[in-house]
C-alpha cells in the first residue's frame, strides 16, 4: 500500500508554496549571489534580509564557514530534522504503530455481544488500503453484526483540532492531529454537476485505492462572487462558493480525525455488507481525558489489527513530502516516552527539545531555541545555525541517512541531501553536502525577512490561503541566493 503524502503546503500568509524553479544554467551569477550573501552585500529585491549559515564536518563537528551563526531565524520545515532525530532515538528505527479493531463483548454466532471499538496507535500512514485490511482480518473472525456500539479512540495520543492557530481555516497543511488519522486528515472539495442546477459540493477522501465521500465532513453551497469562497461554519463544518473560474477542486483540513477513520471504515464496512452503527467518540477519549495513556484497549479484546511500515521508513517519506501530520504525530508518540501525559504539541516539542540538548554546545550555547512543535509550522519555532547544526548532529547517521535529494524529486543540486522549510518571507535548508574534493560536509542555511515576516502575522486573517505577490518574488530571489551559496561550498571543498 502507498499513499503519496501531501506537501505541506499551498501559498498562504502564514506558509508559503515551495516556488519551482527551472534550473538555472547562470552558475556564474548564483555563484556570486552566493558570495555576496555570505559577505552580507545580497541583490537587489532582498533589501531587510538576513543570512545565516554554518558550513560544517559532520563527524567531527568543526567549523569550516559560518555567517551569523547564533541569530535566531524561524526554522520552518527545517524543525522537522530534531523530530526525526529524537523519534529515531527514543523509539527505534524498527518501531511499528498499530491500529486496531476491538471488542467489549463475546463473539457468539457471528455477533459481537458489545462494542467495536477502532483504536489508533499513532500510525501516520494509515489510508483507505489499511482500513480494507482491517475489515478482512475482522471478516476472518466469522463476524456478521455488531450489538453494541461502534466507538473510535485516539489511543495512546491525543486528539488535537490543528497544529497552528496562526495558519488559515482552509489550509489543508493544518490538519487534525491523533492517533488515530487516515489519508493525511485532508478531505477534497469537488464540485459536481446537477441537471438544472447550480454544481452541488462534495468531500470526498482520498487514497489510492478510491476516493469516497467522508460522512463526517460536510459543506454548505453559498452564493459565489464573495471574497472568500471556503469559510469554516464549525468545526469539520464549511461554507463554500461555486468556483467559478478557480478551480473546481480543492483540499480542506480535517478537524476530527478519529471521526473521520471511523466513517470511513463505516462506509467500507456497509459495501462489505457489515452494517455498523454511527461511530461515536469513546467516552474515555473525551477531550477533557485526551491526556490518558491507556485509551480504552483495557479489557477489550483484540479482534484485528494492522502495523504500520517500520518507523525509518515512515521518518523518509515524511522528510521527503514535509508533511505536518507525521511531524506531529511521530513527534508526540516520541515524547510519550518521556511523559506520558503530555497532551500539547507545545509540551511534547519541549519535552524532545530538552532530551536532545542535554550536551552543553560551544559558542553560542543553546539560549533562545525554541520548537514550538514537531513540525515547523508557524512563527513560534527559532533556532540559531548553530543551534540546528548541533540537532543535526546529533540525529548521526541514522538521520543523515534519510534525507531526501534530486533522486527524490526535490530540487537540489547533485550530492546534495537536505530538509527544507519555507514561509513566507522564510527560507532555509539543512543537511549533507558532497563537495567536488569527495568531502562530506553538513551545512545548514537560513535566510528571512524578519520585518515583513512580523508584518504578515501582525496582519493575518484567517480567512486568506494565498500569499501576497511580493511574498512569492522574494522566495525566487532566496532560493537563487541558497543555490549560489550550496553551488559554491559544492566547486571550493
Avoid at 476472518?140 to 486528539?159: N, Y
Amino acid at each position: 500500500m502507498t499513499v503519496t503524502p501531501p506537501f505541506d503546503a499551498p501559498p498562504s500568509r502564514s506558509f508559503g508554496r515551495r516556488p519551482f524553479l527551472c534550473r538555472l544554467s547562470a552558475l556564474g551569477l548564483l555563484a556570486a549571489f552566493g558570495r555576496t550573501a555570505a559577505a552580507g552585500d545580497l541583490p537587489s529585491g532582498l533589501e531587510g534580509t538576513e543570512v545565516g549559515h554554518v558550513l560544517f564536518d559532520p563527524e567531527g563537528g568543526g567549523i569550516l564557514e559560518q555567517g551569523a551563526a547564533d541569530r535566531p531565524f524561524i526554522p520552518a520545515s527545517v524543525a522537522k530534522l530534531p523530530t526525526v532525530a529524537a523519534a529515531l532515538a527514543l523509539l527505534g528505527p524498527d518501531h511499528r504503530f498499530t491500529t486496531s479493531l476491538l471488542g467489549t463483548g463475546p463473539l457468539r454466532d457471528g455477533v459481537l455481544e458489545g462494542d467495536l471499538i477502532l483504536q489508533g496507535g499513532g500510525d501516520p500512514s494509515l489510508a483507505t488500503e489499511g482500513l480494507q485490511s482491517l475489515l478482512d482480518a475482522l471478516r476472518a473472525t466469522g463476524l456478521r453484526q455488531v450489538a453494541g456500539r461502534f466507538l473510535h479512540a485516539s489511543g495512546p495520543l491525543p486528539e488535537l483540532p490543528e497544529i497552528d492557530s496562526g495558519q488559515p481555516w482552509a489550509a489543508p497543511y493544518n490538519t487534525g492531529v491523533g492517533g488515530l488519522s487516515v489519508n493525511y486528515n485532508r478531505a477534497l472539495l469537488v464540485w459536481r454537476p446537477a441537471a438544472g442546477g447550480p454544481p452541488r459540493p462534495e468531500l470526498l477522501s482520498v487514497a489510492d485505492a478510491a476516493r469516497l465521500p467522508l460522512d463526517s465532513v460536510a459543506v454548505r453551497p453559498v452564493p459565489a462572487g464573495g471574497p472568500f469562497p471556503v469559510l469554516p461554519d464549525g468545526v469539520d463544518r464549511w461554507l463554500a462558493a461555486p468556483p467559478g473560474g478557480e478551480a473546481a477542486a480543492r483540499w480542506l483540513p480535517v478537524a476530527r480525525p478519529g471521526l473521520a477513520a471511523a466513517s470511513l471504515l463505516r462506509r467500507l464496512a456497509a459495501a462489505g455488507g457489515l452494517p455498523l452503527p454511527t461511530p461515536q467518540m469513546a467516552p474515555q477519549m473525551a477531550p477533557q481525558m485526551a491526556s490518558q495513556a491507556g485509551g480504552v484497549a483495557d479489557g477489550a479484546a483484540v479482534l484485528a489489527t494492522l502495523d504500520s511500515p517500520p518507523l525509518a521508513e515512515l521518518a523518509r517519506r515524511l522528510l521527503r513530502h514535509s508533511n505536518n501530520l507525521s511531524a506531529e504525530v511521530i513527534g508526540l508518540a516520541a515524547a510519550r516516552r518521556l511523559d506520558g501525559t503530555v497532551a500539547t504539541l507545545e509540551r511534547s516539542a519541549a519535552l524532545l527539545q530538552g532530551m536532545l540538548t542535554r550536551k552543553p554546545l560551544e559558542g553560542g550555547g543553546w539560549a533562545g531555541l525554541r520548537l514550538a512543535n514537531h513540525s515547523g509550522l508557524g512563527t513560534g519555532s527559532r533556532a540559531t545555525p548553530r543551534q540546528m547544526a548541533a540537532l543535526l548532529r546529533a540525529g548521526g547517521p541514522a538521520l543523515w541517512e534519510l534525507l531526501p535529494g534530486e533522486e527524490d524529486g526535490k530540487a537540489l543540486p547533485p550530492g546534495v541531501h537536505a530538509k527544507s522549510g519555507t514561509l513566507a518571507y522564510v527560507k532555509g535548508l539543512a543537511g549533507l553536502l558532497t563537495a567536488a574534493s569527495g568531502r562530506r560536509l553538513g551545512f545548514v542555511l537560513f535566510i528571512a525577512d524578519a520585518g515583513r515576516r512580523a508584518a504578515l502575522d501582525a496582519a493575518l486573517d484567517r480567512r486568506v490561503t494565498t500569499a501576497p505577490p511580493e511574498a512569492q518574488g522574494w522566495a525566487l530571489r532566496a532560493r537563487a541566493v541558497q543555490a549560489g551559496m550550496l553551488d559554491r561550498w559544492v566547486s571550493t571543498y
